[in-house]
């Protein structure tokens, strides 16, 4: 116990004694350690921001897309719609959406009615798309029940409505066959300017029969990725030929395995480039180690004069360069966690982007660079160690 | 005489017996520094070496202190061979039993006092480890520089220096205390006053002492003084140590002419056996 502690303090005295040297020679190091990490956390931090703009395309992994498309004329809806909600029920699928794309609703607004897009969809759509709703709210299970369709619409739609206060919810007339007047009761803005917006199944079914007629009806399944193919197999059988007069089309929606490119850049690539920069950072302290251990040869002699063994002379001057690098590499993790964890993440908004789960720091980042710290000022500090354990006492001390 | 494997505690009795050390040259030849060496140093004895440059007397210290081994004979500590122990035994036997003062204080550059006299104490276990740094004040006030403890040797004097080498020399109680020209770098004066504390110390320690001197006035305050000569070690008496001393005073002679010469030609290649010897101890 006192053999570690004293080798460990006489180590710290050093690094503490000969501090500029130190610092000096830790910049590559510092420098390697940092960039290492901050990359591998920006790389975890863009990843995710692709992952998200991703997902708010196609679903979350793993999503499932059933499209039935009408093979003539128009499409049997409701019977569509109930093959859906059965098969649902009957897998027990948690998060699921039906809707279908945008139908071009007439909207009436002060300026005057204009057709806008609005994408029938569930709930459910919301988790599924990652939808950012910036005001207001996303829609609820009891939405379903208002009379009045509420609307989650972008921020043109808000802007065409003549501006928003927030309170009290903005209201429009939907203009189909049976006009209506629905409610806004929140604001996803997708960076567009033209207005478009979002509508309950239930409301557009109930409001714009007429406009639902011809389109297409879509099933999305947000599924855990082990069980997709299972799922499109029984999605194909059993849905297949569920709804007369129907083709269906059963795909993975989600953008799946196309990250791995990304990770395999980030898990190798950054990892790679910044441990050859470490392992440069490593030649400036061996170097400096290899010119102080030198300078330092009568002063181990006088160690060895106070009972200093071969190994405890070989770990003090081992641990030296350990300590320091250890030190350079703490001070750079945290460093880069400063850096990482304050990032101006809403000027992303500026480029109609957003980043709804901020990845936390790489705790393995930050592991693999500390660890590679110790390993360079291991390795860096061999030979000077060996030097010091191989100087004769005698001729070290010189009496 | 029984060799017993492991000495039972501190180191006591030194004896060296017969021991030589050879060095190589880098021309193949080979050079002779200490020749057929008999000495016994008993505890608490303080033995004085002079000699001129070259004569071995730091290689003699160095195998006092287990820093170096002869090439012939045998150094044996309480009995036991010093060529049967370990590496890490005789480090640790060198730790725990001997104190070296160095001519150059050989202080550690930017540590304050305390730490180069606490120094040592990083190489001990236990109580005397943890307790290292108020062991090193306590040190550093008996030899009077309990006000500078936090000063570097650079902002020393060559006496207050010296003054924590000898505190740290002392800091483990070693039974061995080794000083190289103690007073070498110092005044006359300053070296006197650090001789004093010197002596003082390894009195109320009990511990032994070796000093190896150009000075003979720093000899001559020894229980004993040794001349070695071309390596080989024989005994001074009484009158040639004091007649040497005064021949100090003679102008135009320098200490190291002073050392170099034999003040009475004594034992001069005579390779005096001190071990049993009663011309070799003091009287």
Known sequence: MTGLVGVLAEAWGEVRVHRVRVLLSLVGVFLAVLALTTVTALGAMGRQLVTEQSERFGGRPATVLVEAYPETGSLDRPAARAAFDEFVDRHEIRWSTAGGYGLQAPVRFPGGAQRVQLVPVDPAYGVIHRVVVSQGRWFGEDDAQRLAPPLVVNQAFVDALGGSSGLPPPTVVLGGTTPVTAVVVGVADDGW????????????????????????????????????????????????????????????????????????????????????ALLLGGIGVLNVGLVTVRQRIREIGVRR???????????????????????????????????????????????????????????????????AAVAVGALAGVVPAVMAVRARVVDAIRY | MSVRRRPAGPVGELRLEQVGRRVALPDGGHLDVLTGVDL???????????????????TLLNILGL????????????????????????????GDSFGFVFQQFNLLPRRTA???????????????????????????????????????????????????????????????????????????DTGAAVMDLLEDLVTAQGTTLVTITHDLSVAARADRVLRLDHGVLTPMGEQDVAGAT????????????????DPAGAGRGAGVACVGDPVGRAS
Do not use: C
């Not at chain 1, 799946?256 to 898990?267: E, F, H, I, K, P």
């Not at chain 1, 690098?325 to 809403?346: K, R």
């Not at chain 2, 016994?40 to 730091?58: D, I």
């Open chain 1, 193 to 276: 300017d033209v207005p478009s917006g979002f509508l309950l199944e239930e409301s557009a079914e109930r409001w714009m029969p007429d406009l639902l007629a011809t389109s297409s009806i879509s099933l999305e399944l947000w599924v855990p990725p082990e069980d997709v193919d299972a799922v499109q197999q029984m999605a194909q059988s059993e849905l297949g030929s569920a709804v007369p007069g129907a083709s269906m089309s059963i795909y993975r929606s989600d953008s799946g395995d196309s990250m791995q490119v990304l990770d395999l850049v980030l898990a190798y690539g950054v990892r790679g480039a910044g441990l050859f």
């Open chain 1, 305 to 371: 004069s106070f009972g200093a063994t071969s190994s405890r002379v070989f770990a003090a001057v081992l641990l030296e360069s350990v300590v320091a690098t250890t030190l350079a590499g703490l001070a750079a993790v945290v460093v880069s966690v400063a850096v990482v964890t304050n990032l101006p993440l809403g000027m992303l908004a500026g480029a109609g982007l957003s980043l709804t789960d901020v990845p936390a720091f790489p705790v393995r980042a930050a592991v693999e660079g500390l660890v």
């Open chain 2, 40 to 58: 016994v140093v008993e505890p608490g004895e303080h033995v004085a070496v002079v000699g001129r440059s070259g004569s071995g007397k730091s």
């Open chain 2, 67 to 94: 820093l170096d081994t002869p090439t012939s004979g045998r150094y044996l500590l309480d009995g036991v061979d010093a060529a049967r122990l370990s590496d890490r035994r005789r480090a640790r036997m060198r």
């Open chain 2, 114 to 188: 305390t730490e180069n006299v606490a120094s040592p104490l990083l190489y001990a276990r236990g109580r005397a480890f943890w307790t290292r740094t108020r062991r090193a004040r306590e040190s550093l006030e008996r030899v009077g520089l309990g006000h500078r403890l936090e000063a570097v040797p650079e902002r020393l004097s060559g006496g207050e220096q010296q003054r924590v080498a000898v505190a740290r020399a002392l800091v483990r109680r070693p039974r061995v205390l080794l000083a190289d020209e103690p007073t070498g770098a110092l005044d006359v």
């Open chain 2, 246 to 261: 005064a021949d100090r005073q003679e102008p135009g002679t320098t200490p190291a002419e002073e050392s170099a010469e």
